[in-house]
C-alpha cells in the first residue's frame, strides 16, 4: 500500500505530463476498443439472425463461401429441379430458389437489398414470424413487400413505385412489422422481376426445408454427392465460415489499433523515462537509506502501470460510449447493433493496457534500479 501511494504521489507532482500521458493510453486504447467492437456486434448479430431463419440447409454454387448476398445468380433450373428430387427423396419438407439483388451505394440510406421467391411463396417461410402490418405478406406477380426499416429510410408505402430498371417496375402491396433482425432491410419479390434485371433464368440460392428430427449434416452431405456443382451448408457451416471471416477481421482490426497503442506506449516510456531522470538524487537518497533496488524498480514499473491501468479504463470507457453511439446510428438505419462491448473484450482491453504498461516500464525501472549510489547522490 505505501509503494502504491507512494507512485501515486510522484505521478499528481507532474500533473500536466501524467495528464498527456493518460490521455494517449485512453485514445489509443478507445479506438482498439471500438474497432475491435464491429466484430463482436456482428457477431452477435449474425447468430441472432441465424436462429431466426428457417431453413436448415443453404445451397449455394460450387466455389461460394459463405452467404448468397450480391455475386451473379449461378445455379441453373436444371441443378435446382435435379436438387429438390434428390431433397424430397431424403425427407425434405421443400425447396425454396431465391434470387438477390443489390442497388444503390454503400450507405444504407441509399441501398436495396431485394430477395427474390417463387410466386405465392411468403417469405415467412425463411424467415418465421414475420406479420404484415400494412397490406399484403406475400406480393403479388408485380409487386413487391417491403421490410419495415427499408419503407421507413426511403419513404415509401402502399401503391409506391420500385424502378429496378427501365423496364421493370414493381408496386410496394405490403410493408412488414418490425422484427428487428435482417427482413426489416430487405425487399420481398417473385424471382421473374429479378431474373428480367439480370438477364438470366438461374437462382442466387436454394432453400431445403427439413421436418424436425432429420439430420442436416447427412442430408447435405448426401445432396452433394447427388447433385454437381452445388454446395450444401448447414447452419453451423455458416456460423463457421462467418466466425473465421471475423477473426480475420478482427486481426485486421487489431493491427491497425497496433499504431495508436505503440504511441501510447511510447508516451508512457517517455513520461517514466523523464521521471526517472529527475529524480536521479531522490533515488540515491532512497538508495542511501537502505532502499534495495528491487524497491525502486517496483516503484517505477507500478508508476507505469498505474498510467496504463488508469487509461485503459478511461479507454474502455470511452469505448463503450463511442459504441453505443455507433448503434444509435445503426439501429436506426439497419435496425441492427451492429457494435459490442462484451466482457471478453473489456478484459482483453485492459490486458492489453496493462502489457503495455508493463513492456514501457521495463526499461526505465531497470535504469533506475541499477543507479549507483555515489554517482546519484552527486547529481544537482
Do not use: C, H, W
Request: hydrophobic content about 50%; aromatic content about 6%.
Amino acid at each position: 500500500m505505501d509503494l502504491l501511494l507512494l507512485a501515486l504521489k510522484n505521478l499528481l507532482a507532474r500533473p500536466v505530463r501524467s495528464l498527456l500521458t493518460l490521455l494517449g493510453v485512453l485514445v489509443a486504447t478507445a479506438s482498439m476498443v471500438l474497432f475491435l467492437s464491429f466484430g463482436e456486434g456482428l457477431r452477435r448479430a449474425l447468430f441472432q439472425e441465424l436462429s431466426r431463419v428457417g431453413p436448415a440447409l443453404q445451397v449455394l454454387p460450387e466455389g461460394v463461401e459463405g452467404f448468397a448476398f450480391g455475386g451473379y445468380p449461378g445455379i441453373t433450373p436444371e441443378q435446382a429441379r435435379a436438387l429438390e428430387e434428390a431433397a424430397r427423396a431424403l425427407g425434405a419438407t421443400g425447396v425454396i430458389p431465391s434470387v438477390f439483388l443489390v442497388r444503390g451505394g454503400f450507405d444504407p440510406g441509399t441501398s436495396f437489398l431485394f430477395q427474390g421467391l417463387p410466386e405465392g411463396v411468403s417469405p415467412e417461410a425463411l424467415y418465421p414470424g414475420l406479420e404484415a402490418a400494412q397490406g399484403s405478406l406475400v406480393p403479388s406477380p408485380r409487386g413487391a413487400v417491403l421490410g419495415a426499416k427499408v419503407a421507413e429510410r426511403q419513404g415509401l408505402s402502399l401503391g409506391a413505385s420500385l424502378r429496378l430498371s427501365p423496364e421493370v417496375r414493381l408496386k410496394v402491396e405490403g410493408v412488414l412489422a418490425p422484427t428487428g433482425g435482417l427482413a426489416d432491410n430487405l425487399i420481398f419479390t417473385p424471382l421473374g422481376p429479378l431474373q428480367k434485371v439480370l438477364g438470366t433464368e438461374n437462382y442466387s440460392a436454394l432453400f431445403v426445408l427439413l421436418p424436425p428430427g432429420l439430420e442436416a449434416e447427412g442430408v447435405a452431405r448426401a445432396l452433394e454427392a447427388r447433385v454437381e456443382g452445388l454446395k450444401v451448408e448447414t447452419q453451423g457451416e455458416v456460423l463457421r465460415f462467418a466466425e473465421r471471416a471475423l477473426r480475420i477481421s478482427d486481426l485486421v482490426r487489431f493491427g491497425i489499433s497496433l499504431v495508436a497503442l505503440f504511441v501510447g506506449g511510447l508516451l508512457v516510456a517517455n513520461t517514466v523515462m523523464m521521471s526517472v531522470y529527475e529524480r536521479i538524487r531522490e533515488f540515491g537518497v532512497m538508495r542511501a537509506l537502505g532502499a534495495r533496488r528491487a524497491f525502486i524498480f517496483r516503484l517505477v514499473l507500478l508508476e507505469a502501470l498505474l498510467l496504463a491501468l488508469l487509461g485503459g479504463v478511461g479507454g474502455l470507457l470511452l469505448g463503450a460510449v463511442g459504441s453505443s453511439a455507433i448503434n444509435l446510428y445503426t439501429q436506426g438505419e439497419v435496425g441492427l447493433a451492429l457494435s459490442a462491448v462484451t466482457p471478453r473484450l473489456a478484459l482483453f482491453s485492459l490486458g492489453v493496457a496493462l502489457a503495455l504498461g508493463l513492456l514501457s516500464g521495463l526499461l526505465p525501472a531497470q535504469m533506475a534500479s541499477r543507479l549507483p549510489v555515489v554517482e546519484a547522490l552527486g547529481r544537482a
